[in-house]
């Protein structure tokens, strides 16, 4: 039962302005839908900050949760438990990692990944093979991450992060990271020391802006990363478990990493992430890594479900196939409306609007019934669930169709 009382604005005050958020207070998720407390139903778009990869309280994850509330909460992180066994099973078998520590977040994977990175450098990787691979030996620390890449808000991942404006908010700054240029080989050899010890980017930049790396620039870092002993880690929090049209954005590109971080989808709506390593880098000890809800065995059975679902035989042509449609839909608006590029795969997208209207073009989405997000002043981007019909993506692209047409929307004033 909703026991909530219809949202005072001095409710809010309690709780720390982090970030601005609309006045409404949305009480309910099905599939594709929210609801506020006023009763109005809204096209989600954002699903969780792409989270949600099944829409809003699918039934297998609402049955997941509470067979396993039934059987096991949480143990302790320091005792085995079947669901976190199993899930590292599955996520390994399809994958093609050997190793994995689960999380609760994409930071924490991220800051897991940071972590193992310097163990492998300082201690010379598993069996000293990096030292072997490389005349100076063990003792690398330094991670060359990029412009506008979004690694998470620790004050580690926000160190690796490449979001300006950053470094001044909450100095001293952790050390180790080096920044270049997505797609810009030349700006990774001139920040190649024989400090660094790996490469860490998002193979779709998402929170910049839905900004793919391409392919040729991720088969060079690999290039690079074998022929130097570094290691190549992606950061998969969004682009991974089916967002970019296939399970891992790694296959998408046809380049693997040595580490990837998992997060957002992996829980499909609970908090959930992983670090997986190949064998060869999966260098912590005891001591070394660890958490309270490290494989909580609540998460790691709504995870199994989540995989479970994405492993359909048809799952991820549909993803491809709805991301089609979206892409299609979008270039057509764009024609239309007089707009910019349209970027993206799967079910990732991005709208560049031509000006610094996003917030009000998001505002009038909004009042249209459709929940959108603006990466950046001048764009969209939209993050569907991935079990997306054809007429929900028609009715959220009929929605920014009308938006566009509005006067003062600034796609007219465009054309
Ligand atoms: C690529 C990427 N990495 C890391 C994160 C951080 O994840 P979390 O907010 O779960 O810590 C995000 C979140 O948007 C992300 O998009």
């Known amino acids: 039962m909703n026991t909530l009382q219809p949202h005072h604005p001095q409710q809010c005050q309690h709780l720390m302005s982090v970030t601005a958020r609309p006045a409404d207070v949305f009480v309910r998720g099905e599939g594709a839908w929210l609801w506020d407390q006023a009763g109005r139903r809204y096209l989600d778009w954002l699903q969780g900050w792409a989270v949600n990869a099944l829409g809003h309280c699918p039934a297998i994850i609402t049955q997941a949760l509470q067979a396993q509330s039934t059987q096991l909460l949480t143990p302790s992180p320091a005792l085995y438990n079947l669901p976190s066994l199993e899930l590292a099973q599955r996520l390994c078998a399809l994958s093609g990692f050997d190793q994995v520590f689960f999380g609760s977040t994409g930071a924490e994977a991220n800051e897991g990944a940071i972590k193992l990175a310097r163990k492998w450098g300082r201690t010379g990787g598993r069996n000293g093979e990096r030292a072997a691979r490389r005349e100076a030996g063990a003792g690398a620390f330094e991670i060359i991450t990029f412009d506008n890449a979004f690694h998470g808000r620790n004050l580690a991942t926000m160190a690796a992060s490449g979001k300006a404006g950053w470094d001044a908010l909450f100095p001293p700054n952790m050390p180790g990271f080096a920044k270049a240029t997505l797609n810009d080989l030349d700006s990774v050899h001139r920040v190649l020391s024989e400090r660094t010890v790996a490469i860490m980017l998002e193979p779709v930049q998402g929170e910049a802006g839905v900004r793919p790396a391409t392919r040729a620039f991720l088969q060079a870092l690999r290039e690079l990363c074998d022929e130097r002993g570094l290691l190549l880690i992606f950061d998969e929090v969004q682009t991974g478990c089916g967002r970019l049209g296939e399970l891992f954005g790694f296959q998408h590109y046809g380049v693997k990493p040595d580490i990837l971080t998992l997060g957002k989808g992996l829980g499909g709506g609970v908090p959930m992430s992983a670090v997986l390593a190949q064998q060869h880098c999966s260098v912590f000890e005891h001591g070394d890594q660890g958490g309270t809800y490290a494989g909580n065995p609540l998460m790691c059975a709504v995870s199994l479900a989540v995989l479970q679902e994405l492993s359909q035989p048809d799952f991820l042509a549909q993803v491809r196939e709805r991301g089609q449609q979206l892409q299609e839909g979008l270039l057509q608006l764009s024609q239309r409306h007089g707009l910019g590029e349209v970027r993206g795969a799967g079910l990732l997208w991005a709208l560049e609007l031509g000006s610094d209207n996003a ?35 028609q009715t959220g692209l009929n929605i920014l169709d009308e938006v566009m047409n509005q006067p003062g929307s600034g796609a007219t004033e465009s054309r």
Do not use: D, I, K, Y
């Not at 009038?364 to 019909?389: D, I």
């Open 359 to 393: 917030a009000e073009v998001v505002r009038a989405c909004r009042e249209q019934g459709l929940l959108v997000n603006a990466a950046r002043p001048h764009c969209l981007r939209f993050m569907p669930r991935l079990n997306s019909t054809a007429q929900e993506v």
